[in-house]
């Protein structure tokens, strides 16, 4: 979150990934001055979990300091999904560690997959 590039919404978002091996991929958001070339925290962690070559998420944590408890946007909840199951869990974090855990069963029930 501290990284967060946020020069428009001023609103800085922080994820953690741990993956199958155990390791942690972090990630923040990036906004561009074209809105909508933006990306989430989460979708960087993402990022620097399949560059390491890994492919299962554990379990994630989201944050931002300015809401008591985020939870991941619709767009971001899919792409979790292209990596976690309906029981990975989700833990919804403000500074001070984890507000709720929940599945990403429950941010995303009957998520598309081509499977
Ligand atoms: N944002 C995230 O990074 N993750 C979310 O799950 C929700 C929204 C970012 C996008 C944008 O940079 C800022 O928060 C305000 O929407």
């Known amino acids: ?49 399949v560059v390491a070559g890994e492919r299962t998420i554990a379990e994630v944590a989201v944050v931002a300091e300015k809401m008591a408890r985020i939870t991941p946007c619709g767009g971001c909840r899919q792409r979790l999904k292209e990596f976690a199951s309906p029981e990975t869990r989700v833990h919804l ?16 029930p009957k998520a598309f997959a081509l499977d």
Do not use: K
């Open 1 to 49: 979150m501290r990284q967060a590039h946020v020069p428009y919404s001023h609103f800085p978002v922080g994820a953690a990934l741990r993956s199958e091996s155990g390791a942690i991929f972090a990630g923040c958001n990036i906004e561009n001055a074209s809105y909508p070339e933006g990306w989430c925290a989460e979708t960087s962690a993402i990022a620097h979990m």
């Open 93 to 108: 974090c403000d500074a001070d560690g984890i507000v709720e855990t929940v599945t990403l069963g429950d941010l995303l």
